[in-house]
């Protein structure tokens, strides 16, 4: 079930959010909780909007009056949204690279420095043998 699917009348929204449906119809006035209409115009609201409802229920039962937890709600849905688009920069991002031809490797050289090489080449090996070294006296 998709959380943004309107399934709920508002006597069912408002009993899961534990409030009465004139508060809905205010909320709904006041912006603060946008159920979808019917062609009715019934509102039907969804698992997202009853879960704002019991969110602005909390934070209106910590005191917050309605302008504060309407910016409340404000940047949260920003932050989701951005959460939403960085997720699709990043698959995005992903995808472009997998297509990439010669896309750029990376290996460890042997003093610890980073090296770039292309994909499918081997770092360059020191294939000197160290037979005998004399010890240092300090």
Not at 75 to 101: F, I, P
Request: net charge positive; hydrophobic share 40%; proline share 3%.
């Amino acid at each position: 079930m998709d959380e943004y699917s309107p399934l709920f009348a508002i006597a069912m929204a408002a009993e899961l959010a534990g409030m009465h449906p004139q508060t809905l119809r205010q909320y709904d006035r006041l912006g603060l909780v946008s159920p979808q209409r019917t062609s009715g115009q019934s509102r039907r609201y969804s698992m997202r909007d009853v879960a704002q409802l019991r969110e602005i229920g909390q934070l209106s039962s910590e005191g917050l009056n309605l302008e504060g937890i309407r910016r409340i709600l404000t940047l949260e849905n920003q932050v989701t949204g951005l959460a939403e688009r960085v997720r699709e920069l990043e698959h995005a991002l992903a995808d472009e690279l997998l297509k990439r031809s010669g896309s750029r490797v990376f290996a460890a050289g042997s003093a610890g420095e980073v090296i770039s090489l292309r994909a499918g080449t081997r770092a360059e090996k020191a294939n000197q043998i160290v037979v005998w070294r004399p010890l240092r006296r300090e």
